[in-house]
């Protein structure tokens, strides 16, 4: 499994910004893919999850509302909406793909179930 992402940047308070990440390669239909982050001095930290199988989505409180998270089907790639930019948003975002030979719930309390990761891209919100 390949997994290639793209977009993020920098952005003032309360923009938006987009990510993509176009996958490929795997073997069973039943996988999901996750967005993680990882600011400097901290922990990674779950963001959003897309089951590929039956489009179920799971959000992080600290993005609810803020965040979306929705694939493409032509491109097979998922794509991170960030909305309402704040300052706290700020880190290293990392696509993952979680791939079983059943059907499952994506979930990003933890990350150990994803194997496969991207090369992470970064997001800056200053003003």
């Known amino acids: 499994v390949q997994l290639v992402e793209s977009g993020g940047g920098l952005v003032q308070p309360g923009g938006s910004l987009r990510l993509s990440c176009a996958a490929s390669?795997?073997?069973?239909?039943?996988?999901?893919i996750g967005w993680f982050r990882q600011a400097p001095g901290k922990e990674r930290e779950g963001v959003a999850c897309?089951?590929?199988?039956?489009?179920?989505?799971i959000y992080a409180d600290s993005v609810k509302g803020r965040f979306t998270i929705s694939r493409n089907n032509a491109k097979n790639s998922v794509s991170l909406q960030m909305d309402v930019l704040k300052f706290e948003d700020t880190a290293v975002y990392y696509c993952?793909?979680?791939?079983?030979?059943?059907?499952?719930?994506?979930?990003?309390?933890?990350?150990?179930?994803?194997?496969?990761w991207g090369q992470g891209s970064q997001v800056t919100v200053s003003s």
């Open positions: 993952a793909a979680d791939e079983r030979p059943y059907g499952f719930f994506c979930e990003v309390v933890t990350s150990r179930e994803y194997d496969y």
């Open positions: 390669g795997f073997t069973s239909k039943y996988h999901a």
């Open positions: 897309i089951s590929m199988d039956d489009n179920s989505t």
